[in-house]
């Protein structure tokens, strides 16, 4: 009797066990789904609300008519606007500047903080400190660098005899969208240094020794050696640096606010005085579908030409 006692009673106990077994697979979604469902709340609906606006007329101004399908309008207007094709070149300007800026100073600030050099981590760091000021700090710092009346910016040009008078950096529109890439430079240079540094020091060291003895240059070694090594780092350091500045939006708008009149309107301003100034939520929307739209084109293209091209060894 206390044998089938004992039986009885390890029976439901076996079977709540099997009830709460989770595979390796269940458990790892289990742990995602308060992150995924955060995503699919605060990126994704938006996302998609975004899309649905695009094909709808909807003013903050007249909340009365409610939000009304338009189809294609707003993209028609866009696309035969001479004013939005005019912010798609400023903001194309504006990245290739500011990424090929950045890489540049980036690339070559990596290769000498990889060498054997005295006090290496102490400039690694200060080198960072760009990366860390908060944005908004930064913009205004560049605010006052640039400033046509106690500008050190001005000082410094004008001691060499590089200018013959003090110019208004940013307050002058042939010359406000060169100061605000400049000033993008100088704040996202590090996060490019870090990052092929890293990748710098993931080559063998023996293949670079091998490479010196068979008589490479450093040039050649750079060409041969080093690139091939770093292409996909490259190639994702690039497309991540492309995406973020188009984005950008605190830089310029602390500095110039899109001006003076709309010469450093980029994507991302031209957005916010639609939707916010304007109140026109659904030409805002519209705007953003078609940056959507580009971008994605894009980044298939871009890791399709980068990371399909053979570097010869």
């Given at each position: ?185 100088w704040k996202g240079f590090p996060f490019h240094m870090i990052v092929l540094l890293a990748a710098l020091q993931t ?111």
């Open positions: 009797m206390s044998s089938t006692k004992s039986i009885s009673m390890e029976r439901p106990t076996t079977a709540a066990r099997r009830r709460l077994t989770l595979t390796n697979t269940q458990f790892s979604i289990m742990l995602l789904l308060p992150a995924l469902l955060t995503l699919a709340f605060t990126v994704l609906y938006p996302l998609l609300r975004g899309i649905y606006l695009s094909f709808h007329s909807y003013s903050l101004v007249d909340l009365a008519s409610g939000i009304q399908w338009v189809g294609l309008d707003n993209f028609k207007t866009l696309l035969s606007s001479s004013a939005y094709r005019s912010v798609w070149g400023t903001t194309l300007i504006f990245v290739a500047g500011s990424v090929g800026g950045q890489f540049v100073v980036g690339f070559l600030t990596a290769l000498v903080l990889n060498q054997d050099l005295a006090q290496r981590n102490l400039f690694r760091g200060l080198l960072l400190m760009p990366w860390i000021v908060p944005t908004v700090v930064a913009a205004l710092l560049w605010k006052w660098i640039f400033n046509q009346q106690y500008g050190i910016f001005n000082y410094v040009l004008h001691s060499l005899g590089l200018i013959s008078s003090f110019k208004a950096w940013i307050g002058d529109p042939s010359l406000a969208l060169f100061s605000v890439t400049l000033a993008n430079i080559i063998p060291p023996d293949i670079v020794e091998a490479a010196i003895i068979d008589g490479a240059t450093a040039l050649q070694r750079f060409r041969y050696v080093v690139l091939p090594y770093l292409r996909y780092i490259i190639m994702i350091d690039l497309l991540i640096s492309i995406i973020w500045t188009f984005q950008s939006f605190t830089t310029i708008w602390t500095m110039t606010e899109g001006g003076p009149v709309t010469a450093t309107t980029t994507l991302a301003i031209s957005i916010y005085r639609t939707a916010f100034q304007a109140f026109d939520i659904g030409m805002g929307a519209a705007i953003g579908t078609i940056w959507l739209v580009a971008m994605l084109i894009f980044s298939v293209v871009f890791v399709r030409l980068f990371g399909g091209t053979r570097v010869e060894v």
